[in-house]
């Protein structure tokens, strides 16, 4: 199995995410980042020998507790407790994937070596992905501005024996794990506790995972509306060049671009039209598209350059002898970013939706509800009602999240990002675009048999057949749900 190589120099993206947790690559930490991390660490323990100054993190308590001194026999202890009593994650557990985008993530902050925590932390973290060691982490309880608390207590506490992982498909309490591997736990130093649990990578891991199946989905939306215009018998003037040079959107433009490839060689588009326009639906695809796509690269810049920044607190200067408190845990750029992202998605599938409904209306030569005995049958009636209730959620879940906020740990930390809510909730419109396309790809292909013996581009032809091969023609009525579950599951596969 292949390596990757953690350096600080190295700017990480979206890719090299995919590419690390998708194909299970290895880490290893370069020697510029073990000495980085060396000689952070040694900074603090020879400025805490030097100083009985109170440093926030440090020697102090947390949050409101900020001016309480704690006593230098003690530091240790307060870096297990703060991990224990702020691991107070509840609700659905996360998803394996986001976890290991965690672990990754938190590695890469660290790396940099301005955290103060030990090599031999970092190393176990690293043990952790490439055993693929995944910890037991929950979907709420991050507020997302003083770094994600309560998620990365849960992801962080197995580094001294606590918490409980995933292993090999089995659900092990890490003192039963570590005691299999014949690992020791990690015995935390000052400032570790809060290094780890202080950072945004709760909710830019959710970022990572979404922007990574948005893109696949994104594209796949291309080809099902492809394969719904050439069904409804839409015409091609509206994705012609010349048409979108005097309107330089660059999703705009690149959507109608992808619009003509996978049309070309069609038969049906290139059959005289009856009719003189297209509802907005097929019409406006690259306005529309275009618009999220340009979104989502957008919030691609704000991830990366999350993902590439230290955002913990507080933050150690070596070089200029100095540790400064400030606030690089607050999650807002994530948090305006993730409720963007949600609303692109949400329109993606919106007008997917739009277009199903146009398909089952019996107009252009296609049967009502696209099957040959409506009546007796109700054909494609209810999966676009599905699609509809599905299309409708979404518009609740993108109430954006970032625009909220409250008080908490005394009044201290008295304004919020809530990026962890705007991440969860923007993973569910994943899910949800995930059906919706898959429900207008199950009409179109219905749709196209009506065509016949016509053909499309070869480009549509091909996602047709391999929906066939999962999924026949709809002769009569059947059970719908289990199409319906069928297409969702193997939609990434077949697009």
């Given at each position: 199995?292949?390596?990757?190589?953690?350096?600080?120099?190295?700017?990480?993206?979206?890719?090299?995410?995919?590419?690390?947790?998708?194909?299970?690559?290895?880490?290893?930490?370069?020697?510029?980042?073990?000495?980085?991390?060396?000689?952070?660490?040694?900074?603090?323990?020879?400025?805490?020998?030097?100083?009985?100054?109170?440093?926030?993190?440090?020697?102090?308590?947390?949050?409101?507790?900020?001016?309480?001194?704690?006593?230098?026999?003690?530091?240790?202890?307060?870096?297990?407790?703060?991990?224990?009593?702020?691991?107070?994650?509840?609700?659905?557990?996360?998803?394996?994937?986001?976890?290991?985008?965690?672990?990754?993530?938190?590695?890469?902050?660290?790396?940099?070596?301005?955290?103060?925590?030990?090599?031999?932390?970092?190393?176990?973290?690293?043990?952790?992905?490439?055993?693929?060691?995944?910890?037991?982490?929950?979907?709420?309880?991050?507020?997302?501005?003083?770094?994600?608390?309560?998620?990365?207590?849960?992801?962080?506490?197995?580094?001294?024996?606590?918490?409980?992982?995933?292993?090999?498909?089995?659900?092990?309490?890490?003192?039963?794990?570590?005691?299999?591997?014949?690992?020791?736990?990690?015995?935390?130093?000052?400032?570790?506790?809060?290094?780890?649990?202080?950072?945004?990578?709760?909710?830019?891991?959710?970022?990572?995972?979404?922007?990574?199946?948005?893109?696949?989905?994104?594209?796949?939306?291309?080809?099902?509306?492809?394969?719904?215009?050439?069904?409804?018998?839409?015409?091609?003037?509206?994705?012609?060049?010349?048409?979108?040079?005097?309107?330089?959107?660059?999703?705009?433009?690149?959507?109608?671009?992808?619009?003509?490839?996978?049309?070309?060689?069609?038969?049906?588009?290139?059959?005289?039209?009856?009719?003189?326009?297209?509802?907005?639906?097929?019409?406006?695809?690259?306005?529309?598209?275009?618009?999220?796509?340009?979104?989502?690269?957008?919030?691609?810049?704000?991830?990366?350059?999350?993902?590439?920044?230290?955002?913990?607190?507080?933050?150690?200067?070596?070089?200029?002898?100095?540790?400064?408190?400030?606030?690089?845990?607050?999650?807002?750029?994530?948090?305006?970013?993730?409720d963007l992202i949600a609303i692109a998605m949400a329109e993606i599938a919106s007008i997917s939706e739009r277009r199903t409904y146009k398909l089952i209306n019996g107009l252009r030569g296609l049967p009502a509800f696209l099957v040959s005995n409506p009546g007796l049958n109700s054909g494609y009636m209810?999966?676009?009602?599905?699609?509809?209730?599905?299309?409708?959620?979404?518009?609740?879940?993108?109430?954006?999240?970032?625009?909220?906020?409250?008080?908490?740990?005394?009044?201290?930390?008295?304004?919020?990002?809530?990026?962890?809510?705007?991440?969860?909730?923007?993973?569910?419109?994943?899910?949800?675009?995930?059906?919706?396309?898959?429900?207008?790809?199950?009409?179109?292909?219905?749709?196209?048999?009506?065509?016949?013996?016509?053909?499309?581009?070869p480009s549509v032809e091909s996602l047709h057949g391999k929906l066939r091969s999962f999924i026949p023609k709809t002769e009569d009525d059947r059970y719908f749900s289990d199409d319906l579950r069928k297409a969702e599951s193997i939609l990434q596969e077949?697009?």
């Amino acid at each position: 199995m292949e390596t990757f190589e953690i350096r600080p120099e190295h700017h990480l993206t979206i890719y090299d995410v995919k590419d690390i947790v998708y194909h299970r690559r290895k880490l290893i930490l370069s020697e510029s980042a073990k000495a980085k991390i060396q000689r952070c660490r040694k900074f603090l323990d020879d400025y805490q020998a030097k100083s009985e100054s109170p440093v926030y993190g440090i020697n102090t308590g947390f949050g409101s507790l900020y001016n309480t001194v704690i006593n230098p026999g003690d530091l240790e202890k307060l870096q297990e407790n703060l991990l224990m009593s702020h691991a107070c994650g509840m609700g659905e557990e996360v998803d394996l994937n986001v976890v290991r985008i965690m672990i990754l993530l938190k590695i890469q902050g660290l790396s940099y070596g301005h955290s103060g925590v030990q090599l031999e932390t970092v190393e176990r973290l690293v043990e952790f992905f490439n055993h693929d060691i995944i910890p037991v982490v929950y979907s709420q309880g991050s507020l997302g501005a003083s770094g994600d608390l309560a998620p990365l207590s849960h992801l962080c506490l197995p580094l001294f024996g606590m918490g409980e992982v995933i292993y090999q498909n089995e659900r092990y309490k890490t003192t039963d794990l570590l005691k299999k591997l014949g690992w020791s736990p990690i015995k935390l130093k000052s400032k570790e506790g809060l290094a780890l649990i202080n950072g945004t990578q709760f909710m830019n891991a959710f970022a990572c995972y979404i922007l990574i199946h948005s893109d696949e989905l994104f594209r796949g939306a291309e080809k099902i509306a492809a394969m719904s215009l050439d069904a409804f018998d839409g015409r091609p003037e509206p994705f012609e060049d010349i048409l979108h040079s005097v309107r330089n959107h660059k999703g705009q433009r690149d959507v109608a671009g992808r619009m003509r490839l996978h049309l070309e060689g069609s038969e049906i588009i290139k059959q005289a039209k009856v009719h003189v326009q297209d509802p907005y639906s097929f019409r406006c695809i690259p306005q529309v598209h275009g618009a999220s796509w340009d979104q989502w690269e957008h919030v691609r810049k704000t991830v990366e350059t999350e993902m590439n920044s230290v955002t913990d607190n507080p933050i150690i200067f070596p070089d200029e002898n100095r540790i400064i408190s400030g606030g690089h845990f607050h999650g807002q750029p994530l948090a305006i970013a993730l409720d963007l992202i949600a609303i692109a998605m949400a329109e993606i599938a919106s007008i997917s939706e739009r277009r199903t409904y146009k398909l089952i209306n019996g107009l252009r030569g296609l049967p009502a509800f696209l099957v040959s005995n409506p009546g007796l049958n109700s054909g494609y009636m209810i999966p676009q009602y599905t699609a509809a209730s599905i299309v409708s959620q979404n518009k609740q879940l993108c109430t954006p999240a970032s625009v909220d906020t409250i008080d908490s740990s005394n009044g201290q930390e008295d304004h919020v990002s809530m990026g962890a809510n705007a991440a969860t909730k923007a993973y569910r419109v994943l899910d949800n675009l995930r059906r919706i396309l898959a429900i207008e790809l199950l009409n179109a292909a219905q749709a196209l048999e009506f065509r016949r013996p016509l053909k499309s581009s070869p480009s549509v032809e091909s996602l047709h057949g391999k929906l066939r091969s999962f999924i026949p023609k709809t002769e009569d009525d059947r059970y719908f749900s289990d199409d319906l579950r069928k297409a969702e599951s193997i939609l990434q596969e077949i697009i």
